[in-house]
């Protein structure tokens, strides 16, 4: 079993639709919990951060972590079209990067 | 705030050649940067901790005499592909450490080069 599952993908929607983007992982040691996107041959951005449960809201952008199921979500709310990217999970069990580990990422389209 | 810039951003070498990666650190100090490589649909993988004014920590795995790194100031890491193969050619990414983007995060933050594109020929 890998350590962070992500479904690769691709997910297409209509602009205007939710998108719910999701990453299950093992390591109950995760506390660190973010959300990056990446563009087609660009490095990564941060979109969201949670530390340990519990949701965050930034706009349309919604986090979620379930400790308890392992599992975290991303919602896009009024997709558009420039939210068409790749969407990498990452954990970390502590604050320095040579702990992070990524999902492979799920490529989003949505379609004008 | 907070950006890393990457050069170059792309570069076909012949095989047995050597090719240098620059990641700099624009607005900030950056005392540890990282260094990802990534394959077509395929998760990030750390490579390797740069760390300024000593050694690199390298990966299980990454060969610490192909992927020279170097970090001989606080806003420039260095990655050179020696003697690159075919097989080298991939997705290079750099990352640091942001105060700025730790502050506003409350913890954690990494930003990101805008990668470098490998094509070993």
């Known amino acids: 079993q890998k350590e962070v599952e992500q479904d690769p993908g691709p997910l297409s929607v209509p602009e205007g639709a939710i998108v719910s983007l999701n990453c299950t992982y093992s390591n109950s040691a995760f506390q660190y919990f973010m959300w990056y996107r990446q563009y087609s041959r660009k490095g990564p951005e941060l979109l969201m951060y949670?530390?340990?449960?519990g949701n965050k809201e930034d706009g349309r952008f919604t986090a979620q972590v379930d400790k308890s199921s392992k599992y975290i979500s991303l919602f896009i709310r009024d997709s558009q079209p420039s939210d068409s990217a790749t969407y990498l999970c990452a954990m970390s069990a502590g604050n320095y990067g040579q702990n992070f580990v990524f999902g492979p990422g799920t490529r989003l389209s949505v379609l004008p | 705030g907070a950006v890393v810039s990457q050069h170059p951003s792309r570069v076909i070498c012949k095989s047995g050649t050597s090719v240098k990666i620059e990641c700099r650190s624009l607005d900030f100090q950056a005392t540890t940067m990282f260094w990802y490589r990534q394959f077509p649909k395929q998760s990030l993988m750390l490579m390797a901790t740069s760390n300024e004014g000593s050694k690199a920590t390298y990966e299980q795995g990454v060969e610490k005499d192909k992927f020279l790194i170097n970090h001989a100031s606080l806003t420039l890491s260095t990655l050179t592909v020696t003697s690159a193969h075919p097989e080298d050619s991939s997705f290079y990414i750099c990352?640091?450490?942001?105060?700025?983007?730790?502050?506003?995060?409350?913890?954690?933050?990494?930003?990101f080069g805008s990668g470098t594109r490998l094509t070993v020929v």
């Open positions: 949670t530390y340990s449960s």
């Open positions: 990352s640091a450490r942001a105060p700025i983007i730790i502050y506003q995060t409350g913890g954690v933050g990494y930003t």
